[in-house]
């Protein structure tokens, strides 16, 4: 075996029939030996007392084969007391035991040394000595402290209590050759077979006496209590004698009661009186405490009456106490008794009574009127108000009394409510109670008064019962306007009247209007109050699809005083109105791509025989191939339903053979949708079919190929370049004018209303938490009024967009799942500036959803949003820039005259600010240069895109660190020279240095002392 423990087996069994388990602890021992090795023991030589007898052990794990270490603890010897031997432990198993025979009496001795520890086998050797002494001796006891010899043994007298210190025995210790002479000095053991302590004696005088005191701390009531007695000197053989004690009952005249301040108790018929006293034990002077009745007890009890039998009193820390409501115990006045407290314990103490006198005065009577109620109409909902009025028989009254008011609300025989509560008496003896609401159903009212008393006056009560009329009744009856018209989409109002024959209409009514839809599986509920005439207006925004029946239910749950009534009315709806779709333009058989093609549609509501107006036309062209993608462009209907539309043919149409039109109206809330298609196909011509159909054959009959080769270029390849350049222009401008119309983003959290980045485009500051804040609140209001929000929408719901024009900025906020985004911006934004911010907030959002969902405040995971920020917005084109001279030596034949114009003033910029922006350069070429904006910004996109011009970074700027050397005023380098106040720097060349102004850079730029390295690399970096 290799470990030892306890496990647990499960056995289970199944008979095909029946199954079953039993489970099972079984406990693993290591099998062990102990070996004596060694010990002083010689056969036939006896120890002297004092002596000390030594054995050496072994103590084996026969399963491992090892010493078993850490057990000296687990030694035990089968002597009196622990204290007549040791064990040491020598560590690997070995271990000594020194016995101590100077607690030996002179005798044969056979010592098992045993070793029991837990998890191994139990293992013993037995060992055997002697123990004699040359000079023999006496021990005996004497009489001096009352002890007795009794049927062959020493009991000590008179009998102790328990934990009692007050009781001695004397021994005496002879030399039993000299019987007269006492054996001076001496050690006294004593071993009490109550506990572990050993006592020893102390020398009464020099002749062999010694006192040993007792201590009964442990024994009970009728315990029987051993002491062993050993007494050794040097050279005397040891001695040993046993003594005996019985532990007696503390008796009653050492008991006592303290029940200071309720010796004598007077008291009135009625009341409750309080007594309190403490069990004593004055033979330990403390006080008894009974800690459960396992224990013991104390009671009280009043002989002679209904509590004649005993009864618990409260421990409360060490005091008992008690309430004694006489009338319980029908203990009436003009009488005195006696109440018997009593102490009973279960072992230990003796039992004690005390008793305390208790006069019980006579009480005087009293009468309480219910006197009147003041109402003429007691109805349910309605208030009522009771008086009372407690006196004496003698008509005198009792003034700040306390009365207890109970009001029971029946219906027939049930119980509907209960009020308990207590009301005070004035000067006159009335008390009132208002009852503020009479509860439902009620139809009588049973009031019950009584009095208490006090320690003079008796109690009293009276009851009065009350008829309750019921609840008004009340009505619903529908108002509709005459020319209402119940249509799918269209919107209803109505109204609902509550009245009641007896008090006319009813005003301030909650009415809870119920409507359904039939066919379509809707409803709402809504509640409206009524208003002076006792109606209330309801409003349904709008009629659902599909909706062919409607059921108004209207349910008034009553009032405090008026009952409740409903109304339920179903009414048919008409379905929405169908329309006329037409194009009333000439659409052409064949169209030129570039080129407008023009088209106008005429929309009719044919159940009014009226025009739609302000109705979204969607015009959509298709294409035979379907490579091509379809164009749909919009237009509103004006107030003669027609809409109107230009649409441009662009040049990717071109492998097209023709395409049709489609106008679509997606009909309204109450207007049923239209869809038509042109009657014709329309065919797509390109400058080259125009070529080949129209012109080629003229050069066939001779015109000239000249001319037909220019007509030829002209529309085949000139205009649509032309087209397409024009097309690029416009798309580079457009981006353009949207990066500069930017002025702010902040990024806010939805839940919080705080913000966790923001970002300026300008050099403008602001504060983000003020204007986060500010959007919070107007993004609030918006959902709360509903502004520009459906009808419909929930209002814990975020809008989509929020646009805001204010003073000389506008504000752009859009809503994703977790934030809100606003751009603040100069003019109003673009189409694409809405997508791409939308599209920002998805990408945002995706990236950091797991911050989002649950964020903490902590902004930190946000830090590298200006990253994405470039990748949707482009910021990096308001940055600095610097020209990059050797990209324009590698393609500078590339390029055009305005793009070299662009490089030139570039330069200049550069040369005074050592970068420039991409605001000042444009406005400084189109002073230059008479060419269009729109032209001039496609330049410097395209010299971006050529790498001349380059973005001046921080990163850049860092790179750099190293590479400039500012001029300090030591020998070896002359103080540098200023240029207009301009710091000036040294750049090396081979052997030569070179002054030039200091360049402007960023905070994060921090001049240094260039190494020797790398003023080399500076050397590679700038070259000539």
Not at 569 to 588: A, E, M, N, T
Not at 725 to 732: D, G, S
Not at 772 to 788: H, K, W
Not at 832 to 849: A, C, G, S, Y
Request: net charge negative; aromatic share 12%.
């Amino acid at each position: 075996m290799t470990k030892n423990g306890e496990y647990r087996v499960l056995i289970t069994w199944f008979n095909g029939t029946m199954m079953g388990f039993n489970s099972s602890v079984i406990e693993c021992l290591f099998h062990t030996e102990l070996y004596n090795v060694s010990s002083n023991i010689i056969p036939l030589v006896n120890f002297e007392p004092g002596d000390k007898v030594k054995v050496d052990v072994y103590y084996n794990n026969t399963d491992l084969n090892e010493g078993i270490i850490d057990s000296s603890t687990y030694f035990i010897l089968n002597l009196s007391s622990s204290s007549q031997y040791n064990v040491s432990d020598y560590g690997s198993g070995y271990y000594n035991i020194t016995i101590f025979t100077n607690q030996l009496v002179s005798n044969n001795y056979t010592i098992k040394i045993q070793v029991d520890r837990v998890g191994f086998q139990v293992s013993s050797i037995l060992i055997n000595f002697t123990v004699k002494s040359t000079f023999v001796a006496t021990l005996n006891l004497t009489s001096y402290y009352g002890n007795e010899y009794i049927d062959g043994k020493w009991w000590i007298k008179p009998n102790p209590y328990f934990d009692d210190q007050t009781h001695k025995i004397q021994i005496y210790y002879r030399n039993a050759t000299s019987p007269f002479e006492g054996i001076y000095p001496a050690v006294i053991y004593a071993y009490p077979n109550w506990t572990d302590d050993v006592w020893f004696g102390n020398p009464f005088d020099l002749v062999g006496k010694y006192d040993i005191s007792i201590d009964t701390y442990g024994l009970h009531e009728g315990d029987v209590g051993e002491i062993n007695i050993l007494a050794t000197s040097n050279e005397f053989e040891t001695k040993e004698i046993n003594v005996y004690l019985q532990i007696d009952k503390i008796p009653e005249n050492l008991l006592s009661f303290d029940i200071s301040g309720f010796e004598e108790i007077t008291a009135y018929e009625g009341e409750t009186i309080q007594i309190a006293a403490n069990f004593v034990d004055d033979f330990h002077e403390t006080n008894i405490i009974f800690d459960n009745p396992t224990e013991g007890n104390v009671t009280w009890s009043i002989p002679g009456t209904l509590a004649s039998d005993p009864k618990h009193m409260e421990k409360i820390v060490q005091t008992y106490t008690a309430y004694i409501s006489l009338p319980d115990y029908e203990i009436i006045g003009g009488n005195d008794y006696n109440i018997t407290i009593t102490g009973m314990a279960v072992r230990d103490y003796a039992t004690k009574s005390i008793n305390i006198t208790l006069h019980v005065l006579n009480k005087e009577a009293t009468i309480i009127e219910i006197t009147n109620y003041t109402a003429t109409d007691i109805r349910v909902g309605k208030s009522l108000t009771v008086y009372s009025k407690l006196k004496f028989q003698n008509e005198s009254v009792l003034s700040h009394e306390i009365l207890n008011f109970n009001v029971s609300f029946y219906d027939n025989d049930d119980l509907l409510k209960f009020i308990s509560t207590n009301l005070l008496t004035n000067s006159t003896g009335y008390a009132s109670y208002v009852i503020n609401e009479i509860v439902e159903r009620t139809n009588k009212i049973y009031i019950n008064i009584s009095y208490d008393g006090t320690q003079k006056i008796a109690p009293i009560c009276n009851c009065l019962e009350i008829p309750v009329l019921g609840k008004y009744n009340s009505n619903i009856s529908l108002l509709f306007s005459p020319d209402v018209d119940i249509r799918i989409g269209k919107p209803l109002i109505f109204g609902a009247i509550l009245n009641n024959s007896e008090l006319g209409t009813i005003s301030d009514a909650n009415l809870i209007f119920n409507i359904t839809y039939f066919n379509n599986n809707q409803s709402e509920v809504k509640s409206e109050i009524t208003n002076q005439s006792g109606i209330a207006i309801y409003e349904i925004s709008r009629i659902p699809a599909n909706t062919q029946n409607l059921e108004i239910k209207v349910e008034y749950k009553g009032s405090k005083t008026v009952s409740s009534c409903n109304l339920s009315k179903i009414y048919s709806v008409s379905p929405k109105y169908s329309v006329s779709l037409r194009i009333i333009s000439d659409i052409p058989n064949e169209i030129q791509v570039g080129s407008f093609i023009h088209i106008d549609v005429n929309l009719t509501n044919t159940g009014l025989n009226s025009p739609i107006s302000n109705a979204t036309i969607a015009f959509k062209i298709s294409f035979n191939s379907p490579e091509i993608e379809s164009i749909t462009a919009y237009s509103i209907t004006g107030s003669d339903g027609i809409a109107r539309m230009e649409i441009e043919i662009p040049d990717y149409a071109s492998t097209a053979n023709y395409f049709f039109i489609t106008i679509i109206y997606q009909g309204d809330y109450s207007i049923e949708n239209s869809t038509i298609v042109s009657n014709t196909q329309i065919r797509v011509l390109t400058g080259m079919t125009i070529f080949l159909e129209r012109i080629l054959p003229y050069i066939l009959i001779g015109v000239g190929s000249t001319v037909g080769a220019l007509l030829a270029y002209q529309y085949g390849i000139k205009r649509p370049r032309q087209r397409k350049k024009q097309k690029l222009i416009r798309e580079i401008n457009k981006k353009y004018n949207a990066i500069l119309n930017l002025q702010h983003l902040i990024i806010i959290h939805k839940e919080s209303g705080g913000s966790i980045y923001n970002y300026s485009f300008r050099e403008r500051e602001f504060d983000p938490d003020l204007i986060s804040g500010f959007l919070s609140a107007i993004s609030n209001f918006q959902v709360s009024s509903r502004i520009n929000g459906k009808k419909g929408k929930k209002k814990d719901e975020e809008p989509e967009k929020f646009e805001l024009s204010y003073s000389n900025f506008i504000i752009l906020l859009l809503s994703g799942t977790y934030v809100q985004v606003a751009l603040i911006l100069d003019k109003k934004p673009s189409d694409d500036t809405r997508d791409t911010l939308n599209e920002f907030i998805k990408v945002l959002e995706f990236q950091h959803e797991k911050y989002l969902k649950n964020y903490t405040g902590n902004i930190k995971h946000f830090r590298n949003t200006d990253q994405l920020i470039e990748q949707f917005f482009e910021i990096s084109i308001l940055k600095p820039h610097y020209v990059d001279m050797k990209r324009v030596k590698q393609i500078s034949k590339e390029l055009s005259g305005l793009e070299t114009s662009f490089i030139t003033i570039a330069l200049t910029f550069q040369e005074m600010h050592n970068y420039f922006m991409f605001r000042e350069l444009i406005g400084s070429v189109e002073e230059a240069r008479n060419e269009s904006r729109e032209l001039i910004v496609e330049a410097f996109d395209n010299l971006r895109r050529k790498e001349i011009f380059k973005v001046f970074e921080k990163t850049k700027v860092k790179e750099m660190k190293g590479k400039i050397e500012v001029l300090e005023d030591d020998k070896s380098i002359e103080k540098a020279s200023r240029d207009k106040g301009k710091p000036m720097i040294i750049l090396e060349q081979g052997d030569e240095r070179q002054k030039v102004p200091a360049p402007k850079l960023d905070e994060d730029f921090e001049i240094v002392s260039p190494s020797d390295d790398i003023r080399d690399k500076i050397k590679k970096i700038f070259g000539d």
